[in-house]
């Protein structure tokens, strides 16, 4: 009786890790989001219309030296005349509720999606070493006073990009620019997109938050018949194995 009872107990807490919301035990049901934002050459700064976003999700549960996670779900849009996108999905999470760590064969979760871009003539975001992309985010805290653009610059030469990533290893911040209405300015892409010298320090920000946030990409073109075939051929296996869900980029890929 008292086996069943402790079965009863055990089988009562994991079903509330299932049915109660993130904010309460971690688990991701059934939060959803939506994340939106533009796409815009690096360069000029124009919106880049019919870019590809996606967002993939994993859905995960425990082994033995870690979680294991097969794909989920795969959204794709293109970006419209604006360069803008919109995608809905659930919103996961990276802290399931302690017991799915052990029992999550019974019910997996489903982690935050990772987002992707990809524009015929450009180099996906993030691939190029040689940096000269970006990203900026619109971000707000009132309860510690801030609010400006969270901007991700590494650089414009491999050089400068190395020498930001060993100065993000020690600081593990992200870069806040102090600006008022911040997502307006990126919608109305009233911004340079460079660092000026009031940046300000910001730890400590959760993924939950980030992804939540409007943020605008800055992709780097690809110039010459061989920077376009670079570009063509450096998106991650871990994108292009799952191109079977993926008609849009699939498309986008056979145009060059």
């Given at each position: 009786?008292?086996?069943?009872?402790?079965?009863?107990?055990?089988?009562s807490i994991l079903l509330t890790?299932?049915?109660?919301?993130?904010?309460?035990?971690?688990?991701?049901?059934?939060?959803?989001?939506?994340?939106?934002?533009?796409?815009?050459?690096?360069?000029?700064?124009?919106?880049?219309?019919?870019?590809?976003?996606?967002?993939?999700?994993?859905?995960?549960?425990?082994?033995?030296?870690?979680?294991?996670?097969?794909?989920?779900?795969?959204?794709?849009?293109?970006?419209?005349?604006?360069?803008?996108?919109?995608?809905?999905?659930?919103?996961?999470?990276?802290?399931?509720?302690?017991?799915?760590?052990?029992?999550?064969?019974?019910?997996?979760?489903?982690?935050?999606?990772?987002?992707?871009?990809?524009?015929?003539?450009?180099?996906?975001?993030?691939?190029?070493?040689?940096?000269?992309?970006?990203?900026?985010?619109?971000?707000?805290?009132?309860?510690?006073?801030?609010?400006?653009?969270?901007?991700?610059?590494?650089?414009?030469?491999?050089?400068?990009?190395?020498?930001?990533?060993?100065?993000?290893?020690?600081?593990?911040?992200?870069?806040?620019?102090?600006?008022?209405?911040?997502?307006?300015?990126?919608?109305?892409?009233?911004?340079?997109?460079?660092?000026?010298?009031?940046?300000?320090?910001?730890?400590?920000?959760?993924?939950?938050?980030?992804?939540?946030?409007?943020?605008?990409?800055?992709?780097?073109?690809?110039?010459?018949p061989e920077e376009k075939r670079?570009?063509?051929?450096?998106?991650?296996?871990?994108?292009?194995?799952?191109?079977?869900?993926?008609?849009?980029l699939r498309k986008a890929l056979?145009?060059?």
């Amino acid at each position: 009786m008292k086996i069943s009872r402790h079965y009863g107990i055990i089988l009562s807490i994991l079903l509330t890790c299932a049915v109660i919301p993130a904010p309460l035990v971690g688990f991701d049901f059934p939060g959803y989001v939506t994340m939106r934002g533009k796409i815009i050459d690096a360069d000029t700064l124009k919106p880049i219309e019919g870019a590809v976003v996606w967002a993939r999700w994993h859905k995960c549960r425990p082994s033995v030296g870690g979680d294991v996670c097969d794909v989920y779900k795969v959204k794709e849009v293109l970006t419209d005349a604006n360069g803008e996108w919109l995608i809905t999905g659930r919103s996961g999470t990276f802290d399931p509720c302690f017991l799915r760590v052990f029992f999550g064969f019974l019910v997996a979760w489903v982690r935050p999606p990772w987002l992707g871009y990809y524009k015929p003539g450009y180099y996906p975001y993030l691939a190029r070493l040689e940096g000269g992309d970006f990203s900026a985010r619109a971000y707000v805290d009132r309860s510690k006073n801030l609010e400006g653009i969270l901007l991700y610059r590494p650089g414009d030469t491999e050089e400068e990009v190395t020498r930001y990533l060993e100065q993000w290893k020690k600081n593990r911040c992200e870069m806040l620019i102090p600006v008022k209405d911040p997502e307006r300015k990126l919608r109305e892409l009233d911004f340079d997109f460079q660092y000026p010298p009031n940046v300000i320090c910001v730890h400590d920000i959760k993924d939950s938050k980030l992804i939540r946030l409007y943020k605008v990409i800055g992709l780097k073109r690809a110039v010459t018949p061989e920077e376009k075939r670079k570009a063509r051929v450096s998106l991650p296996s871990t994108t292009t194995l799952y191109l079977s869900h993926m008609p849009l980029l699939r498309k986008a890929l056979e145009e060059h």
